[in-house]
């Protein structure tokens, strides 16, 4: 059972930063949130992943709230290829621990 | 960087037949790996956990006679569909779990499965 929620889809503008939410209200102290996309008949991509403070890395920035009950992440500068599903995960560290995916949030880049 | 491949990317066969899908990790040891299924406009489901050197652990509903796991070595796992029938034409995929500071999973590109 996903622990996440997601809005089914959204659209951006291409150059436009992509603000894309994911509530997690029921998240335990040990869980990381893991976003991961997954471009058409593609492996899912790791994107980002953080505890409770907001992270950054070439691709995307994190921003966990407070409560760590909802996260959001940023594509800066959307482009085109960016087009994708994005699921927000939340699981223990430890890499013996499953992913279970939600539905996500389909992004439509547009030009 | 964590790359992780899969081979065949893409196999048809015939119903009855077995087909076996190789998952390896290029640049990283994996204790555990995990396969998964997803069917057209679906999200992935995990099928089974597999550890290195024992048994894998298989998600209910998924029968473990029909899709044989091995994982011999650190860096490679494979997944077997005995007797395919059509109704297992999927896409497969696998991710690797690297132990270590980031204990992030890597995927690899999956395979599309087609059984005719």
């Known amino acids: 059972d996903a622990k996440t929620t997601q809005p089914p889809s959204m659209d951006c503008a291409e150059g436009r930063a992509a603000n894309l939410p994911c509530n997690h209200s029921t998240i335990s102290g040990n869980e990381y949130v893991y976003w991961y996309r997954q471009i058409h008949s593609q492996g899912p991509q790791y994107i980002i992943h953080?505890?409770?403070n907001n992270e950054t890395n070439e691709m995307a920035s994190l921003i966990i709230t407070e409560d760590r009950k909802s996260s959001t992440l940023i594509l800066p500068h959307a482009t085109l290829r960016d087009t994708a599903v994005y699921y927000c995960i939340v699981r223990p560290k430890a890499a013996g621990n499953k992913l279970t995916f939600g539905g996500g949030t389909r992004v439509l880049v547009k030009p | 960087g964590a790359v992780v491949s899969q081979h065949p990317s893409r196999v048809i066969c015939k119903s009855g037949t077995s087909v076996k899908i190789e998952c390896r990790s290029l640049?990283?040891?994996?204790?555990?790996m995990f396969w998964y299924r997803q069917f057209p406009k679906q999200s992935l489901m995990l099928m089974a956990t597999?550890?290195?050197?024992?048994?894998?652990?298989?998600e209910q509903g998924v029968e473990k006679d029909k899709f044989l796991i091995n994982h011999a070595s650190l860096t490679l796992s494979t997944l077997t569909v005995t007797s395919a029938h059509p109704e297992d034409s999927s896409f497969y995929i696998c991710?690797?779990?690297?132990?270590?500071?980031?204990?992030?999973?890597?995927f690899g590109p999956g395979t599309r499965l087609t059984v005719l």
């Open positions: 597999s550890n290195e050197g024992s048994k894998a652990t298989y």
């Open positions: 953080g505890l409770k």
């Open positions: 640049d990283f040891q994996a204790t555990t």
């Open positions: 991710s690797a779990g690297r132990t270590g500071e980031t204990d992030t999973q890597y």
